[in-house]
């Protein structure tokens, strides 16, 4: 069974930072490429950063600068470092994995940049 697992959500305040992370199970990890996305109330989910097997990256115009993402192929897990948060990244973060057009998701977990 394929479960990817998000922690790391929290409430922070504008100009903090979180890190969120995303384990994988059931999955060969290693020939997944990883996705981080978020949903704001009353939008769509977008793509917020993408790692490939080889590493390579990719980020949202809005988040360049801010954001990094990560893996950790020992660990099956990735990550997702924010900082300089603005209340505009507020929105549930899923992570997805995706490979030769199979795609898993996780539920989500909500991050809240509020003072």
């Known amino acids: 069974q394929v479960q990817l697992v998000e922690s790391g959500g929290g409430l922070v305040q504008p100009g903090g930072s979180l890190r969120l992370s995303c384990a994988a199970s059931?999955?060969?990890?290693?020939?997944?490429?990883m996705g981080w996305y978020r949903q704001a109330p009353g939008k769509q989910r977008e793509l917020v950063a993408h790692?490939?097997?080889?590493?390579?990256?990719n980020y949202k115009d809005s988040v360049k600068g801010r954001f990094t993402i990560s893996r950790d192929n020992t660990k099956n897990t990735v990550y997702l470092h924010m900082s300089s948060l603005k209340p505009d990244d507020t929105a549930v973060y899923y992570c997805?994995?995706?490979?030769?057009?199979?795609?898993?998701w996780g539920q989500g977990t909500q991050v809240t940049v509020s003072s």
């Open positions: 059931g999955i060969i990890f290693s020939i997944y490429n």
């Open positions: 790692i490939t097997i080889d590493r390579n990256t």
């Open positions: 997805k994995a995706d490979s030769r057009g199979r795609e898993h």
